[in-house]
């Protein structure tokens, strides 16, 4: 299946050059004019990497990026930041945000295309080792009296209640559906459903969504 792109530049031609290039090379490509409209289609096309200008109108890339990145649907989405500006202060900027690249325009396509393959290929094999590590069967302690177990080794209380439509959304993320797929099973839109999902990693104690299914595993959570 054709993985996603997200390109977002107030820059028409930037934009359509982009897309274009792109798709030529297999992708599929949507694009945005500005962080904004990025920020409101984004979990409709559930991109696999993201480009993205710096100056914008309403909302500038560095704002989009670390508005992206407080969300832990988008915590480990490879983004390439093309950028006019060229100074150090602004390349730092950019990596404080949360960009893995930052490439200065005016750029060559033949390198942006290189730097996607590269970022894509380095995704995948993260996604491939997170659901490695999810089968790994989980070892079981000898039993062990509770007097005489080492207070550190206890494990911390967790918050395990969990409303019915909580439930619900850890039911579907369990099975591997992304927050769109799952709105759409539940009637609810997905900005809802980040919200649930959360609630979810606050009650948990989790990360990414990963962790907390596998969290859910362990302690019997899911079927």
Sequence with gaps: MPLTILVVDD???????LKDYLELEGYIVVTATDGWKALQVINECQPQLLI?????????GYAFLKSLR????WRLLPVILLTARTATQSRVQGYQSGCDVYIEKPFELEEVGAVVKNLLARSQLIQTALLQYQSLPVPVPAAMPAASMPLQ???PETDFSLT????????????????????ATLFLSPRTIEKYVTNLLRKTDTSNRAELVRFAMDHHLVD
Excluded: C, F, H
């Design 11 to 17: 820059d028409e031609g930037i934009r359509l050059s």
């Design 52 to 60: 993205t200008d710096i100056s914008m109108p309403r909302i500038d």
């Design 70 to 73: 407080q969300q832990p649907t």
């Design 153 to 155: 080794s206890r494990e």
């Design 164 to 183: 019915e439509r909580e439930k619900s959304v850890l039911d579907l993320l369990s099975e591997g559906m992304s927050n769109a797929q799952i709105a």
